[in-house]
C-alpha cells in the first residue's frame, strides 16, 4: 500500500501540475478570444503541457512493460543531437550540457522514441542532482563484454551511452535501492520514482542493462548498456507523408467512418477530419458502426480500439469478412494490439490532425495501390 500511495501521490502530483496549465490556458485564450489579442501563446502553452502528459503516461506503460518496443538500428549520435533543443528546454539555463562521442560509434539495437524517453529522464535526474546548476556529460562508447564479466549482461558487443552529472551523489544504501519501483529521495509528490526504474526496464527489454555509479559529493554516473545493432536491423525512418488534399476532380475528399464510445474524443476525431475535408459519419460502438455500413459505404474506418462489447481490433476483423479492402486505422491509448492486429494501420493517443492526415494519406496511397494492381489486365492468352 506504501507504494501505490507513493505512485498515485507522484502521478497526481505531475498531472494536476500538467493540467493547470491546460486549464489555465484554455481559460485565458477564451477570455482574450474575442478581443482581438494575440492567444497563440497560450494555446502553445497548453499543447506543451499535453505533450508532457503523453510523456508521463509513456513512462507508466514502460513501467507497466506495456509500452511496445519498435526494436531498429539506432544511430546514438545523431539522436542525441537531434534532441539538443529538447535537452536545452527541458533542463533549464543553469544547466550546461557537453556531449562526449568517438569518431565512429555503433548503432545500438533500440527502441528510438523509447530510447530518447530514457535519456531524457536520466538528464533531468541528472539535473535534480545539481540544484544550484552545472554540467551534464553525455558520453557514448563502445564496449565488450566476455563470458562470466558482468552476469546481468550476455557476452557481445554494446553502445554504453553515460549521463554523468557533478552532484550531491549517492550512498552505498541508496544506491542499492536507485532502481527500485517508487523510490525517489524527492519530496512526497515530487516524483513517482519510476525514472530509473522504467530506465532499467527499457534496457533490459533491448537485451541490455542500466548500470550505476556513484559516492556522495563526487557525483554519479548511469550508463545505458544497448545491444550492437546487427546487419538484419532495419533503422527506423520518418516518412513525412502529405494530407490528402483534393487537387482535382479525380481526387475527392474521402468519406469516412469515425468510431468511438467516448462522445468528446469522437467529437474531436470527427471535427479535425472535417477541417481535413473530409465527409465524416460518427458511430458510437461497433455494433453501431456496423449498422452504419449495412446502411452506405464509406472510403475509411477510423476506430478506437478499447470499446466494450466489441474492440477496434475486432471490428476491423468483422469488415474485412464484410467489406473486403475497406481500410481500418485503429487509435490506440495503449500499447498493444492483439498479435494479428500488429500490421493495421495505428495511430497512437495522444494525436495532433497532421498526425492523423498522415496517417490517412498513407491509408489512402496504400488502396489506391492496392486497386491499382487488382485493375491489371491479365497476361495474354498465348
Known amino acids: 500500500m506504501d507504494a501505490i500511495g507513493k505512485l498515485t501521490g507522484g502521478v497526481a502530483h505531475d498531472f494536476n501540475n500538467l493540467l493547470a496549465v491546460i486549464v489555465g490556458s484554455l481559460d485565458l485564450a477564451r477570455q482574450r478570444l474575442g478581443t482581438g489579442a494575440d492567444i497563440s501563446r497560450y494555446i502553445d502553452n ?8 503523453a510523456t508521463l503516461t509513456q513512462r507508466m506503460l514502460a513501467f507497466a512493460r506495456r509500452q511496445e518496443l519498435r526494436l531498429s538500428s539506432v544511430d546514438c549520435v545523431a539522436l542525441i543531437r537531434n534532441m539538443a533543443g529538447l535537452l536545452k528546454s527541458t533542463l533549464g539555463s543553469t544547466v550546461t550540457i557537453e556531449t562526449r562521442f568517438p569518431l565512429m560509434l555503433s548503432s545500438a539495437h533500440a527502441d528510438p522514441a523509447q530510447l530518447e524517453l530514457a535519456l531524457l529522464n536520466l538528464a533531468v535526474n ?14 557514448g562508447t563502445d564496449a565488450n563484454v566476455s563470458a562470466s564479466q558482468r552476469p546481468d549482461l550476455a557476452t557481445g558487443d554494446y553502445v554504453r551511452l553515460s549521463v554523468i552529472d557533478e552532484g550531491e551523489g549517492m550512498d552505498e544504501i541508496t544506491l542499492s535501492r536507485a532502481r527500485e519501483p517508487f523510490f525517489t529521495t524527492k519530496g512526497v509528490g515530487k516524483g513517482t520514482g519510476l525514472g530509473l526504474s522504467m530506465v532499467h526496464g527499457f534496457a533490459q527489454q533491448c537485451g541490455g542493462s542500466l548500470i550505476i555509479s556513484s559516492e556522495p559529493g563526487q557525483g554519479t ?37 469515425a468510431v468511438d464510445d467516448d462522445d468528446l474524443v469522437l467529437t474531436n476525431t470527427a471535427g ?8 465524416v459519419f460518427q458511430a458510437g460502438s461497433g455494433a453501431d458502426a456496423l449498422r452504419v455500413l449495412s446502411e452506405g459505404d464509406v472510403d475509411l474506418v477510423v476506430t478506437d480500439h478499447a470499446m466494450p462489447h466489441m474492440t477496434g481490433a475486432q471490428l476491423a476483423d468483422a469488415l474485412d469478412e464484410s467489406h473486403p479492402g475497406l481500410p481500418v486505422i485503429i487509435i490506440t491509448g495503449y500499447a498493444e494490439l492483439p498479435p494479428h492486429a500488429t500490421k493495421r494501420l495505428r495511430l497512437d493517443k495522444p494525436f495532433r490532425q497532421a498526425d492523423l492526415a498522415r496517417i490517412l494519406a498513407l491509408a489512402h496511397r496504400d488502396r489506391a495501390s492496392e486497386r491499382s494492381i487488382s485493375l491489371e489486365p491479365p497476361p495474354p492468352d498465348f
Open 46 to 53: 497548453a499543447m506543451t503541457a499535453a505533450d508532457r502528459g
Open 126 to 139: 541528472a539535473r535534480d542532482a545539481m540544484p544550484d546548476g552545472g554540467r551534464i556529460i553525455i558520453e
Open 272 to 279: 479535425m477530419l472535417e477541417e481535413l475535408g473530409h465527409t
Open 221 to 257: 554516473s548511469v550508463s545505458l548498456w544497448l545491444p550492437v545493432a546487427v546487419g538484419s536491423d532495419e533503422p527506423l525512418h520518418q516518412v513525412e507523408v502529405q494530407p490528402f488534399i483534393p487537387s482535382h476532380a479525380s481526387d475527392q475528399p474521402l468519406v469516412i467512418l
